[in-house]
């Protein structure tokens, strides 16, 4: 039982580059979760998926795509990367009306030079 | 939307003293309030949560009490001990009706606890 899982743990883009953000959980949670943190600003939502094939943005969803690919995954595309988009990605899983508890993978450390 | 302020930003004690972190929340029809715990470089890990029909919550060192009135809940760490250095998030759930299990986070408390 693995919980939530992210993939890669770290990447370095330049300006204008693409990439997707993989995250996966293995606890059979409908919703999902996707934040960004930095510093001084805690974690802010940036989409979110309450089940397969539904998603909702957070808080900061200018620049992101998502895709609930199954009940399982939940990945995260930035279409053309700038700076200000450096950041650390936490994926997220719960299951609400059970325990409402959010858990989080380990993060992915994003440089956008 | 819900609105989530926390302080301090940044707390040291001595080994064995208490510690106390205070959040407020905006939004009355919020039920569920976690405090995770997250480490240097780790993923951020639920501690303990309360929910709105209770007015505190303790689990061995730990406490959270809630006052829905004031629209506050705190963090109570006792005898706390070198390995409670971390950053603490407070958070609250939404209110809106249709998005009850997003969570709203605060900015987090650095605490160091000092040998």
């Known amino acids: 039982n693995a919980g939530v899982t992210q993939t890669p743990k770290f990447q370095v883009l330049k300006t204008g580059q693409s990439m997707t953000l993989q995250c996966a959980q293995d606890?059979?949670?409908?919703?999902m979760y996707w934040y960004r943190q930095d510093p001084g600003m805690g974690l802010r939502l940036i989409y979110y998926?309450?089940?397969?094939?539904?998603?909702d943005k957070g808080e900061v969803p200018n620049g992101y795509n998502v895709s609930r690919l199954n009940k399982r995954e939940f990945s995260l595309r930035l279409e053309s990367a700038a700076p200000s988009q450096t950041s650390v990605y936490f994926c997220?899983?719960?299951?609400?009306?059970?325990?409402?508890?959010?858990?989080f993978g380990p993060g992915t450390r994003l440089t956008v030079l | 939307g819900e609105n989530v302020e926390q302080h301090p930003s940044t707390l040291s004690v001595q080994e064995g003293d208490s510690a106390v972190i205070k959040c407020t929340y905006s939004?009355?029809?919020?039920?569920?309030f976690p405090w995770y715990k997250q480490e240097l470089g780790k993923r951020p890990q639920l501690i303990i949560d309360?929910?709105?029909?209770?007015g505190e919550k303790k689990d061995q060192r730990i406490a959270v009490t809630l006052n829905k009135t004031a629209k506050h809940f705190s963090l109570h760490i006792t005898e706390t001990q070198p390995e409670d250095s971390a950053v603490y998030f407070c958070?609250?759930?939404?209110?809106?009706?249709?998005?009850?299990?997003?969570?709203?986070f605060g900015t987090g408390t650095r605490l160091q606890v000092f040998p």
């Open positions: 997220a899983s719960s299951e609400p009306g059970y325990t409402d508890t959010q858990y």
């Open positions: 606890m059979n949670h409908n919703s």
């Open positions: 998926s309450a089940s397969e094939g539904t998603t």
């Open positions: 939004d009355s029809a919020s039920n569920y």
């Open positions: 309360i929910r709105s029909n209770v």
């Open positions: 958070a609250a759930s939404s209110g809106a009706p249709h998005d009850t299990d997003k969570l709203i």
